[in-house]
């Protein structure tokens, strides 16, 4: 770790990432653009792209209105198998920390299951994350997930 | 013709047509003998196939494996800048040595033996060749008539047209302008046109479904104003645009061209279910689109070439789209996208705001992926029935509309041609 916090950021930070996964797998769209800043970075991005310098992702958010669009679309807009997710997070590693901004990296599996099928590994890789103190608390300025997965099985409908 | 081949053809599952092509046998889907056919007939002979961009090989040495059909190939540009297609297996032992998915290299070398090829396929050192001496006796080697000449790499015929490379393994090909014909490589041209590409990246999707329902999906107008809520609400692709459908001569390549229309607009087709009038944008930067002059009127024009890849233009957002089956009930579908070497920073950012309409988890895309899965849930499960394509009646023939389904029965009018069945 290069940089030192103390206890309680510690215990905000990482009650942050556990949070967030549970938002992302129990479903509960509305809540998961509140893990954001208003002028916020959400992407997805092949490890390929990152690491040639494309800019392309496959999912790309500018905004916290781009992710309540994303929301909105999940509900309404989408139509897809069902099915459940299930992040586990490693424990974050904070890159940096500077006037309450926290650089982090976080390894992560998700793992997919459609109805009356097995559970499959359905993505994999870590994620690049901003962290900034705000009035309600710690929320992201930006995340983005790096994946590992050379193929989308099928298609990505909910949000890492 | 090859024993896999022949054996193919008498165990391919028989087929039963009816009313020309617009009921089309859940078995041209499902049955591996078929799937074997069909890689020969039209990835292996007689078609171009899609292998990539020149923007993705731009110095000497640069190159990009990718795959037609089921055969893995590099994309190559040699050291004299001429861009050259071979095989990716040892002409030794078969290995399939290139293992990175791009980078820049003086010499194909197989790691087994290290035989040592050019950069255009041609066998340059086999170790050992002349034995090796020891006491004064030289043991082994290969035989005096040995011949470079005879072993080199498996090498494409190659293609390049507006920045974008297709290749050959069949040295008889007509050539790329005629294979795709003057009326499809109108719309080829109006997206390629001299410029130079710039690659914004990739996105790779594994379907679980038979290759063909891709070009399928992308030959089919109906489904977009219904299946895409975004297309019909925000006006990019609905029933009532000016539309046109476009074929070549032998209907196995197409364009599906239209001009955006009544964007919220209550009307006849608006009555879908999917229609939201209602329906607005927190962040309406994802549908900030500028006309931009080459598009010379439509807003969106899907070309699909048969049977590798499709070009995508809907408003700003461009790619290839390329088909790389795996078996007979899955492929792999490779986006490319890209911009030009005129855009400006802000186009470039458009056309990636945009990209969030496509791809793998695209508000638009996504869903064609699942209802292909869907589709071959069902070819598994009932062998023996087939799928209806009858909008707009049973003939083949362009449209000026895009309520018709012709371009699907044209393309399995040609499958039938080549395929014999």
Redesign the interface.
């Known amino acids: 770790m290069s940089a030192a916090i103390g206890f309680e950021d510690w215990q905000a930070l990482v009650q942050l990432y556990a949070d967030y996964a549970h938002v992302v797998d129990a479903g509960l769209w509305e809540q998961w653009p509140e893990f954001f800043i208003e002028d916020c970075v959400y992407r997805?991005q092949?490890r390929?792209?990152h690491e040639?310098g494309?800019?392309?992702?496959?999912?790309?958010?500018?905004?916290?209105?781009?992710l309540?669009?994303?929301a909105?679309?999940i509900r309404?807009?989408?139509?897809?198998?069902p099915y459940y997710q299930r992040h586990v997070v490693g424990l974050p590693r904070l890159l940096g920390e500077a006037d309450g901004r926290f650089d982090v990296e976080a390894n992560y599996a998700v793992f997919r299951t459609k109805l009356s099928q097995l559970s499959t590994v359905y993505n994999v890789g870590r994620s690049l994350d901003v962290v900034v103190r705000t009035a309600e608390g710690l929320k992201f300025a930006r995340r983005e997930f790096i994946y590992d997965s050379?193929?989308?099985?099928?298609?990505?409908?909910y949000p890492l | 013709m090859n024993a896999p081949i022949a054996l193919a053809e008498l165990t391919a599952a028989p087929m039963n047509w009816e009313r020309g092509t617009s009921r089309i046998p859940f078995a041209v889907y499902n049955d591996p003998a078929l799937h074997t056919l069909e890689l020969q007939r039209f990835f292996y002979e007689k078609h171009w196939c899609y292998v990539g961009l020149e923007a993705e090989i731009p110095k000497p040495g640069d190159y990009k494996r990718t795959e037609i059909g089921e055969r893995s190939v590099i994309l190559v540009r040699a050291l004299d800048g001429a861009i050259h297609v071979v095989e990716n297996a040892c002409a030794h032992r078969g290995v399939a040595f290139c293992r990175a998915r791009h980078g820049n290299a003086q010499a194909f070398v197989c790691p087994y033996h290290q035989w040592n090829y050019a950069l255009d396929g041609r066998l340059r050192g086999v170790p050992m060749r002349h034995g090796v001496k020891r006491d004064g006796v030289v043991q082994g080697g290969m035989p005096a008539d040995f011949n470079f000449a005879e072993h080199g790499l498996t090498r494409l015929k190659v293609a390049v047209r507006g920045g974008v490379v297709f290749a050959s393994f069949d040295h008889d090909v007509e050539p790329f302008e005629d294979f795709v014909g003057p009326e499809v490589l109108r719309y080829f041209d109006r997206l390629f046109d001299g410029r130079k590409l710039n690659i914004l990246g990739y996105n790779r999707q594994r379907i679980p479904g038979n290759w063909k329902l891709m070009q399928e999906n992308i030959k089919d107008p109906y489904h977009p104003g219904l299946l895409h809520t975004w297309f019909v609400t925000f006006g990019l692709w609905r029933a009532d645009n000016r539309a046109q459908m476009v074929m070549d001569a032998r209907h196995r390549h197409a364009a599906m061209i239209s001009t955006r229309g009544n964007a919220g607009a209550v009307t006849e087709v608006s009555r879908v279910s999917s229609f939201k009038q209602t329906m607005a944008l927190h962040d309406p930067r994802f549908l900030d689109i500028v006309p931009e002059p080459w598009w010379n009127g439509p807003t969106a024009v899907m070309t699909t070439l048969f049977p590798s890849v499709i070009l995508q233009q809907q408003v700003n957002s461009v790619s290839t789209r390329q088909i790389v089956p795996d078996g007979h009930g899955h492929f792999d579908f490779v986006w490319t996208h890209f911009g030009f070497e005129d855009d400006t920073p802000e186009m470039t950012q458009r056309r990636l705001r945009q990209a969030n309409l496509f791809g793998p988890a695209g508000f638009v895309s996504a869903d064609d992926g699942e209802v292909i899965e869907f589709s071959q849930e069902s070819f598994e499960a009932k062998p023996g029935h087939r799928t209806l394509v009858e909008l707009g009646g049973d003939e083949v023939a362009d449209t000026d509309h895009m309520v018709t389904e012709t371009l699907i029965r044209g393309m399995y009018r040609y499958w039938r041609e080549v395929m014999a069945r």
Not at chain 1, 54 to 66: D, I, N, R, V
Not at chain 1, 76 to 81: M, P, Q
Not at chain 1, 150 to 157: A, F, L, R
């Open positions: 997805v092949p390929e792209n040639r494309f800019p392309l992702a496959t999912l790309s958010f500018e905004s916290k209105g781009m309540k669009d994303r909105y679309g309404e807009t989408l139509f897809h198998d050379e193929m989308i099985p099928n298609s990505m409908i």
